[in-house]
């Protein structure tokens, strides 16, 4: 049995599924965000008169770490209740959802994750040769809890959506459509529309939902040619990590004192073009030869039962 087909065990009745996805939803829009909440009433008095319509300003007020922190705790409340939901309503093993094997293969984890971690300092390099809007940002009274932050915290926030995503929706829409690529494509189009209400699409437009579908359907590409989560887990996990602690600018998403920061014209830069367009397909190919991947027109065409 493949991973797309691990869906067919336990109970999965379509009521269970959208009640499970109704929970996810009430974990990470109402639950999540408590502890911001909280703290935002608490301090109200000082904050009232402050504009915190966008996260730029919530971090500011706040503090980029604690804010950084308040983001990610919505994930991890999302992540338990998938989870939970999958053991106890489900009735199915928690592994089912993120691996075929018996156990997590951190080995492949890692390989992908030094992998792109090691690229992606390639192209800082490139980026701090041939442009000088990014400077140096070190300070270590924030830099070293951004550290602790980035490596325990940070990778919940990945797996959370990678279970979701390449997991648990992906193993449903093989059950429903019995065929790999839809799982793959609708999977891909999702991630990208989560991602539609970052501020990077505000800035640079929606010309930017290219990269994200298309770094979605890559990772849901892995994922199915290899039967589990720990390669596209390991992408996610380190992208997200460079993305907070190594180098950041003013308009994304993650607000963090990065080690660099980018004060260049906001663009949709040539390292993004060159990932999904060079970088993603090479790691396809690459991946493909060293775990054997050759039925390729199986996983994706051929009726998944």
């Known amino acids: 049995m493949s991973f797309l087909q691990n869906a067919n065990k336990g109970n999965n009745n379509i009521s269970i599924y959208i009640l499970t996805i109704a929970m996810v939803i009430i974990a990470y829009m109402l639950v ?3 502890p911001l909440i909280a703290e935002l009433t608490i301090f109200s008095e ?18 980029k770490n604690k804010f950084l922190v308040y983001i ?3 994930f991890i409340f999302t992540l338990i209740t998938l989870l939970l939901a999958v053991k106890f309503l489900h009735k199915r093993p928690i592994l089912s959802v993120i691996t075929n094997r018996t156990r997590f293969d951190w080995k492949r984890f890692f390989t992908m994750f030094f992998i792109w971690g090691t690229v992606m300092a390639l192209f800082l390099v490139i980026s701090i040769f041939s442009n000088a809007s990014i400077t140096l940002n070190f300070n270590a009274a924030t830099f070293f809890p951004l550290l602790l932050i980035s490596f325990f915290l940070m990778p919940l926030q990945a797996a959370c959506e990678e279970v979701l995503f390449r997991g648990y929706l992906f193993q449903g829409f093989g059950q429903l459509y019995k065929k790999g690529w839809i799982s793959v494509v609708l ?4 991630f990208g529309l989560l991602h539609s209400a970052n501020p990077e699409v505000e800035t640079l437009g929606y010309g930017v939902m290219v990269y994200y579908i298309g770094t979605g359907i890559f990772l849901g590409l892995l994922t199915l040619m290899d039967d589990g989560l720990e390669l596209s887990m390991g992408y996610h996990v380190v992208n997200n990590i460079f993305a907070a602690l190594i180098l950041t600018n003013e308009w994304q998403a993650f607000q963090t004192d990065a080690l660099f920061m980018d004060h260049s014209k906001p663009t949709f830069g040539w390292d993004s ?33």
């Open 32 to 34: 999540g965000p408590i």
């Open 273 to 305: 073009l060159v990932t999904i367009l060079i970088i993603q397909p090479l790691f396809l190919l690459l991946f493909s030869k060293v775990y054997g991947w050759k039925n390729w027109k199986e996983k994706l065409f051929s009726k998944a039962n």
């Open 187 to 190: 999977t891909g189009l999702l």
């Open 72 to 74: 990610i705790v919505p």
């Open 46 to 63: 000082v904050g009232k008169d402050l504009q915190l319509e966008n996260s730029i300003n919530f971090a500011n007020y706040l503090g």
